[in-house]
DNA sequence: ATGAAAGCGCTAACAG
DNA sequence: CTGTTAGCGCTTTCAT
C-alpha cells in the first residue's frame, strides 16, 4: 500500500527514469550528453524531459562539484545616495560587461555591496553562486580588495592602476585622460582651470595628476583653490560653481571628473550668465551618450566601454583558467565639442 | 593511517565543527540563528566561521529545500541588433529594478534569451537559481508567456495590458500617453502627425491607437501613409524621415514611440533644414535623461520608472506569497519642451 | 550500453 | 541545549 501521497514536487531524474524504463543513472548520462550511450536511448529522454520541462536541479548539481555558469559583477553601494543606478555612466558600463558575458555564455549576478559589509562582495563567490566576481570602482577600498585577493577570491577589478596592488585592474588611463583635457584648455587660452571632483578616489585623483603634470608642463602652478573636492553628485556640483563664483579664485575653464558633472556645471554656469566656451571652456570625462546633444556639445576624454567590458570578462576567465592577469590601462580619447574653442571633430553646424 | 591526502577542498561545516568542538548541527544551528542554543556557542561558532571566511555551500542549502535570494530579470535578445544594452531607457528600467531589489533583499540575475529559444527564460527558475522572474518586453511572445503562466512559472512581466493575459503584467499606459502627446500636439496647430514606431510591437501598437483616437475625437482620419513602422534603432528612423520627407505624404508632427527614435528623427529633420518645432514638431516617448538636454529639449510622454521597478518587484512577490496579482497600468506624463509650441513647463529660456 | 550504490555538504527530525 | 541520523537530487565509480 502507498504510505502517504508524496506532496507533489517537482519534477525529478527519477521520474523521468521511471517514464523512460531506464535507470535514473542513464538519464542523467542522457541528459548530461555522455559519449557511450546509444543514441536512440539519448535522444529519447532528451525529448521526455524537455516535453516534460524537466531541467536538472542546479543545487544538486552544485553538490557534485558542478560551478555555475555565474558571473557576479559587484560595486560599493551607498545607500543614502543611490546614484549608481541613476548614473549613466555606470550603467553603460553594467550593459558593456552584460554584453561580453552573453557573449561568454555567463550569466550576470548583480550585487549590490553596502559599503560598511564590504567583505561582502566575496559572498556569491563563497556561497558557490559563482564562479568569480568583477567589482566596479575601488573607491576607498584598495586595502580590502587587496585582502580579497591573498585570501584566492577570483575576481578584477575596474578602476585604477595603484602602485602595490595585488590584483588584475582594468580601467582608462585617467592621468593620460587628465592631460588631454588639460592640453586641450590650455592649447585654446585657458590659464586657469578648476577641478571638480574627488581626489580622495584613486581615478579620480589621477585625472587629477595629470591636470596638475599638463599644467606644470606649461609652467603653469595651479593655486590651490582651483581644485575643487566635490563627490559624483549632479547637485554638488552645482553648488561647488555657485560657491566658487560667489567668493573663489577666478577661472576660466573647469575639468570635471565626470561627464555628469561637467553638464551640471555648465547648467550652473549659464544659469549665472556666463557663457560656454566664451567665458568659460568645459571638459568633461567618460563622453556618455548625453553629452553630444548637451547645449553646447560637451568635449570630453571618452572612455572605450565596450572594451572595458571585454576586457574586464576576458581578465576574469583568463584568472580562472589559471593565467596571471596583468592590470590593462585602456587609452581614452578626447572628443573636441562645442563647449570648448578648437574644431570639433564633427556633429551639426553651430547656430546661426 | 591516512589512506590519501584529500585534496585541499573548501573549508566546510565540519572542519568549523572540529574546530569549535561541538557537532556538525550545533554549527549548523548556530549559522542559522537558531533560538534553542546557548547564545554564548552561537556566538563563538560565528565569530569562528567569520574569521576563516566560511560560508555555507549554497548548493547544498538548495538541496536542503532553501530559496536562493534570487529573482531572474530576462529580456528577450536580438543577436544581430544588440540594441537592449545600449538603449538608455532599456537600462535605465534594469536600475529602477534593481534599486527594487535590493530594497527586498534580492540579487539579480540578468538573463538575456535568444528570441528562438524563448522557452529559457524559464531556465533559471526551473534548475532553481532563482525564485521568479521579471520578463522586460512582450514583444511578439504573448502566447508564448501565456504558456509560462499556464505551466506555473512564477513571473511578471513589464508591457502592455492585453485582452487575453493570463500573467500579470505592469506597465505604462500606452494609450493614454499616446492620446496626450497626440492631444497636445493637436492643441498646438498640428493637423498632419506622423506615427514613428513599429506597431506589431503590443505598446507600440497601444500608443498608436492613443494617437488615431486622438486625431479622430478632432474629427481627424490620418491617411495610411502617416504611419511609420520602424524598429527601435536610431538609424532606422532617420532612414525613414528622409523616406518621407522625400516621397512621403506631408506632415507637421512627428510622435515618435520612443525617445531615441524622436532625437534621431528630429536630427534628420534639422539636417534637411527643417526646423523644430516651427516647422515640424516632435513629441517621444519615456522621458529619458537625454531628452531635457537635446536641442531643442524633447517634449515626451514620462514613463515613471521608479514605481515601475517597485512595483514589478512587489507584484513578483506579492504573487510568490500566493497573492492573486492583477496588471497594473501606470499613469504616463505629458511633459512639455521646447521640440513643440506650448509653455515648456520649466527648464532654462529659449535662446535669444 | 546500462544499472546499483556511494556519497557531495548540509538541515531537521528525533533522541537524549 | 546538543548530538545522531537520515536523507535532499544528482553524478560517478564500479559492476555487469
Redesign the interface.
Known sequence: MDPKPPKPSRLQMADIARLANVSISTVSRALSNHPRLSEETRQRIHELARSL???????????RGKQ?P?VAVAFP?HPTE?Q???D?FF??L???I??AL?DSGH??????VQADDF?RV???Y????CIGTILLGQEHYHDRINALAV?GIPFVVWGARLKDQLYCSVGSDNTLGGRQATEHLLAHGARRILFLGDPSLPEIAQRHEGWLAAQRAHGIEPEAGLTRPVPFVPQAARAEIERVLADGPAFDAVFAASDRLA?AAM?AL??RQRRVPQDVQVVGFDDI??SA???PPLTTVRQDLETAGKTLVERLLAKLAGQAVEPVLLPTTLVVRGSTHGEPESG?PP?A
Chains 1, 2 share one sequence.
Open positions: 520541462h524537466y531541467s536538472v536541479d542546479a543545487g544538486a548539481q552544485m553538490m555555475p555565474t553601494y543611490r549608481h543606478f541613476k549613466p550603467l553603460a553594467i550593459g558593456a552584460g554584453d552573453i550569466n550576470m549576478l548583480i550585487e549590490a567583505e566575496a559572498k556569491p563563497e556561497t558557490r553562486q585570501r553638464l547648467a549659464q544659469a551618450a548625453l546633444e548637451a547645449n551639426r547656430p
